[in-house]
């Protein structure tokens, strides 16, 4: 299991964290800490709001540690744009993802090692990030779709759940996971406990996204990624 802890940026700074924190300080600490992956998300590309393309390019050209770029990405330019910039993978949007055709062909240009598909979830439905939308399919609807075209890493979130330290949806995530063919399922939203960490670890995820206990000091990173390697 991975622990991937998350870099949001609005404004051109850390999201959620209780004081102005640079964001490329953030991931040399993260790094420094053990993380071998950064979860970075520009919040204000992601829901139209302006965008913080010079800094993510400096996170990804300085950091020394991998990079997951998420964030509404769902168009073929954006995410070869991310890749161009040294993300190590990018997570196609919601949005991007319905469009069954547009993953196949990320996979057969890209790798499918190289992307993951985010499947964001509000009330059991598919619900874009950055968007109040919700979509007439569930998130395991969706994931189906993506085995067929190739997609091995799944980004599960429960919107409903983000940032509220509640626990994540380990049972959303493992349904995702029991389909088989091979799908990694990453898991963002809510974790608040090392507990939580423990949970994800014994359902055989692939990973969790873990943000605001981490700005909140509810445990270290280092204790975060030994707990997920017990």
């Known amino acids: 299991m991975e622990v991937y802890p998350a870099v949001d940026v609005q ?3 850390v999201a959620r964290a209780a004081a102005t924190v640079d964001p490329v300080a953030l991931v040399h600490r993260y790094a420094r800490d053990g993380a071998r992956w950064i979860h970075f998300v520009d919040l ?9 393309r010079g800094l993510a390019r400096r996170v990804m050209a300085e950091s020394t540690v991998q990079v997951q770029v998420g964030g509404g990405l769902t168009t073929d330019a ?3 744009e991310a890749l161009t910039w040294g993300a190590r993978r990018v997570v196609i949007g919601s949005a991007g993802a319905l469009d069954a055709e547009l993953v196949a062909r990320l996979v057969a240009r890209h790798g499918a090692d190289r992307l993951a598909v985010g499947i964001d979830a509000r009330n059991g439905r598919v619900s874009p990030r950055g968007s109040k939308m919700v979509l007439d399919v569930s998130p395991l609807e969706l994931a189906e779709r993506m085995g067929p075209v190739g997609a091995r890493t799944i980004v599960y979130a429960d919107a409903e759940r983000d940032g509220t330290l509640t626990g994540p949806d380990v049972e959303g995530a493992g349904a995702i996971a029991a389909l088989g063919g091979g799908l990694q399922v990453v898991v963002s939203g809510g974790v608040g406990s090392l507990d939580d960490v423990r949970r994800v670890r014994d359902a055989g ?10 700005h909140e000091g509810r445990f270290t990173l280092r204790e ?7």
């Open 224 to 230: 975060a990624l030994a707990c997920a390697a017990a």
């Open 11 to 13: 404004g051109g700074r």
């Open 44 to 52: 204000d590309r992601a829901v139209g709001q302006g965008e913080n």
């Open 78 to 80: 954006e995410i070869a």
């Open 205 to 214: 995820l692939a990973g969790a996204i873990v943000g605001r206990a981490l």
